[in-house]
């Protein structure tokens, strides 16, 4: 994907390309959804000090977010 573009460039490249495809499979409603989730799980993440990587929880918690 190095296309001249810079590394900040690539991220937003592929996070389009993700929300298109979450916009083609579930609709825009859906996509809309877990952008925001996203943004909420990288606001409330800790620094990264080397420590297992936060996820996002999809079951009985319904969007938590976990550390």
């Known amino acids: 994907m190095n296309n001249g573009h810079t590394p900040k460039e690539q991220f937003f490249e592929r996070l389009g ?5 979450m916009i083609e499979v579930y609709g825009k409603d859906f996509a809309l959804g877990a952008l925001i989730l996203t943004a909420r799980f990288v606001a409330e993440g800790k620094e ?3 420590a297992a990587r936060s996820v996002i929880l999809t079951s009985e ?5 976990a550390t």
């Open 17 to 21: 390309a993700v929300a298109d495809e």
């Open 61 to 65: 918690n319904h969007g938590s977010v």
């Open 48 to 50: 990264p000090d080397g």
